[in-house]
C-alpha cells in the first residue's frame, strides 16, 4: 500500500517557519522526484518546488526562493519542506507529489494545512 503522508503544518504568525515533512512508504522512495504543491482557498493546486531522486538538484516557483528550502532523507523515505520568512499569501493545504523518474506513476499525499496569520 502506497502513502505518503504530511505533517508540520499549522498556523504561524507572518515572518515565522515551519517546516514540513511527508513520510512515504510503500514505493522506492529513491526512484521517485518528489515535489510540493499547495492550493489555496478556492484556487487550484500550484507548485511549490521540487527535488530530483538523489537530492543533489532542486527548483522553486518564483514566489518563495531564498524562502523555502526542500530536501529529502532517502534512508527515512521523507522529504521536507522548510518554510522561512512566511507570508499571509503562503496560506494553504500543501501536498507532497511522488512522480518516478521514467514512468508515469504518481502519488499524491492527503495534504497538511498551512495558516499565516497574525
Known amino acids: 500500500q502506497v502513502l505518503l503522508v504530511e505533517s508540520g503544518g499549522g498556523l504561524v504568525r507572518p515572518g515565522g517557519s515551519l517546516e514540513l515533512s511527508c513520510v512515504t512508504s510503500?514505493?522506492?522512495?529513491?526512484?521517485?522526484?518528489m515535489r510540493w504543491y499547495r492550493q489555496a482557498p478556492g484556487k487550484g493546486r500550484d507548485f511549490v518546488a521540487r527535488?530530483?531522486?538523489?537530492?543533489?538538484?532542486?527548483f522553486y516557483r518564483d514566489s518563495v526562493k531564498d524562502r523555502f528550502t526542500i530536501s529529502r532523507d532517502n534512508a527515512k523515505n521523507t522529504v521536507y519542506l522548510q518554510m522561512n520568512n512566511l507570508k499571509p499569501e503562503d496560506t494553504a493545504v500543501y501536498y507532497c507529489?511522488?512522480?518516478?523518474?521514467?514512468?508515469?506513476?504518481?502519488?499524491w499525499g492527503q495534504g497538511t494545512q498551512v495558516t499565516v496569520s497574525s
Open positions: 507529489k511522488a512522480e518516478h523518474w521514467r514512468d508515469a506513476d504518481t502519488y
Open positions: 510503500g514505493f522506492i522512495f529513491s526512484d521517485y522526484v
Open positions: 527535488i530530483n531522486t538523489a537530492g543533489s538538484s532542486t
